[in-house]
């Protein structure tokens, strides 16, 4: 079993439309969480980070559900723009420094 | 601010040849990480430095790695000799603090690395 598991997708929605991506991890002791995004060929850059009490930013809202070990984001209003791969980042901290484990993404794509 | 950079952006070598990779982070950045992505996996944690010396070096595949950080600034990685499942995009990043569970990360362009 993979330590952090996504569906790769991908996944077409149309303008407008509304995307929710889950990720699960495996390591209980997972401690910080974060969603990725990125784009064709470059490199990843940090969307947001995902807290328990959940956290909002414009169209994009994270969760965490420490329970059942997933987390999600959801698009609101999708755009064009928002195509790209969507990676999902656990952290464990190991020895005062944190471990870093990436799920394989998403790929989003926004159809006109 | 200038961001993480990475040299050569493409590097395309035969199998049995060396290559040397490198990462510059950003300045005053004491955690520097090394990530591998091979066609069709996850990106792949190799090894962290704090400042010049290695922390975790865990992922590295084998003794065909060797990655060094001297005097704590840019980081070089090279593969020697190269083999056909080195193939794939290396990622360095870096983040500011004592990379405590919080840290961002910031990720460099990758160096897409073709062994034939």
């Known amino acids: 079993r993979k330590e952090v598991e996504q569906d790769p997708g991908p996944f077409n929605v149309p303008e407008g439309a509304t995307v929710a991506f889950n990720c699960t991890y495996s390591?209980?002791?997972?401690?910080?969480f974060f969603w990725y995004r990125q784009d064709c060929r470059k490199e990843p850059k940090l969307l947001m980070s995902?807290?328990?009490s959940g956290n909002e930013d414009g169209r994009f809202t994270a969760q965490l559900n420490r329970a059942s070990q997933y987390i999600s984001l959801l698009i609101r209003d999708s755009k064009l723009s928002d195509s790209a791969t969507y990676l999902c980042?656990?952290?464990?901290?190991?020895?005062?420094?944190?471990?870093?484990?990436f799920g394989i993404g998403t790929k989003l794509q926004v159809i006109p | 601010e200038a961001g993480v950079t990475q040299f050569p952006s493409h590097s395309v070598i035969e199998k049995g040849q060396t290559v040397t990779l490198r990462c510059d982070p950003i300045?005053?950045?004491?955690?520097l990480y090394w990530y591998r992505r091979v066609m069709g996996k996850e990106i792949k944690f190799l090894l962290h430095?704090?400042?010049?010396?290695?922390?975790?070096e865990s992922g590295m595949p084998n003794n065909r790695f060797l990655a060094e950080r001297t005097g704590g600034t840019y980081s070089t990685l090279k593969v020697q000799p190269a083999e056909l499942e080195d193939s794939g995009v290396y990622f360095c990043?870096?983040?500011?603090?004592?990379?405590?569970?919080?840290?961002?990360?910031?990720f460099g362009p990758g160096t897409r690395l073709t062994v034939l």
């Open positions: 300045s005053g950045h004491d955690n």
């Open positions: 995902v807290y328990s």
């Open positions: 990043a870096s983040s500011q603090d004592r990379g405590g569970y919080t840290d961002t990360q910031y």
């Open positions: 980042v656990v952290n464990v901290n190991s020895g005062g420094y944190q471990k870093v484990t």
């Open positions: 390591n209980s002791a997972s401690q910080s």
């Open positions: 430095f704090v400042k010049e010396s290695k922390q975790d």
